[in-house]
T-cell receptor, first 115, second 113 residues
Framework: GDSVTQMEGPVTLSEEAFLTINCTYT??????LFWYVQYPGEGLQLLLK?????DKGSNKGFEATYRKETTSFHLEKGSVQVSDSAVYFC??????????????FGTGTRLTIIP | EAGVTQFPSHSVIEKGQTVTLRCDPI?????LYWYRRVMGKEIKFLLH????????ESGMPNNRFLAERTGGTYSTLKVQPAELEDSGVYFC???????????FGPGTRLTVL
């Protein structure tokens, strides 16, 4: 079945550091790929997504590129801020399952940014 | 516009007791999903409603879990009787049929002692 493997956490970085959180997937066909973020005390929020190979999703300075050849969707940000501290989840869905956006998630990566 | 809401935010119960979790989706969203995250592991799909109908309940762990969505509005997830391994955070999400990415609620943290 479908699966998502993401970088083990926790990850601790200094403010303004470069961030990469790795995510690879296993799926049949061509899934849509997502990054969700959970800030402390809040629900999951969609951070960015990509629906086909070579698409780049971006939001709030974060980027991720859908790489079919390496089955990866790594999350990057050039300069992190304290407010980026959260848990980040990589996920995929089967676009052929129209109307059912059933998501398969990774284990989540806790990111802490220190001033 | 109000987001997806869940009640309660936390619940602590003893093994063998019954607990009912509630989810209120965004108004007009026909899709409603339940997910669960156990002890820092991945978030796992439980089931999917379209309006009041269960479309996919392949993720429900066993028959101690019962989900309903009367009238196609809010949904409840009942665990009866609760076991220790049911502890975790239960998330609800909703979306329109054609909109794509679901909107998630804040989750209910369930602790079974």
């Amino acid at each position: 079945g479908d699966s998502v493997t993401q970088m083990e956490g926790p990850v601790t970085l200094s403010e303004e550091a470069f961030l990469t959180i790795n995510c690879t997937y296993t799926a049949t066909g061509y899934p849509s790929l997502f990054w969700y973020v959970q800030y402390p005390g809040e629900g999951l929020q969609l951070l960015l997504k990509a629906t086909k190979a070579d698409d780049k999703g971006s939001n709030k300075g974060f980027e991720a590129t859908y790489r079919k050849e390496t089955t990866s969707f790594h999350l990057e940000k050039g300069s992190v801020q304290v407010s980026d501290s959260a848990v980040y989840f990589c996920a995929l869905s089967d676009p052929n399952n129209f109307g059912n956006e059933k998501l398969t998630f990774g284990t989540g990566t806790r990111l802490t940014i220190i001033p | 516009e109000a987001g997806v809401t869940q009640f309660p935010s936390h619940s602590v119960i003893e093994k063998g007791q019954t607990v009912t979790l509630r989810c209120d989706p965004i108004s007009g969203h026909d899709n409603l999903y339940w997910y669960r995250r156990v002890m820092g592991k991945e978030i796992k799909f439980l089931l999917h409603f379209v309006k009041e109908s269960k479309q996919d309940e392949s993720g429900m762990p066993n028959n101690r879990f019962l989900a309903e969505r009367t009238g196609g509005t809010y949904s409840t997830l009942k665990v009866q009787p609760a076991e220790l391994e049911d502890s975790g955070v239960y998330f609800c999400a909703s979306s329109q049929i054609t909109s794509g990415s679901p909107f998630f609620g804040p989750g209910t943290r369930l602790t079974v002692l």
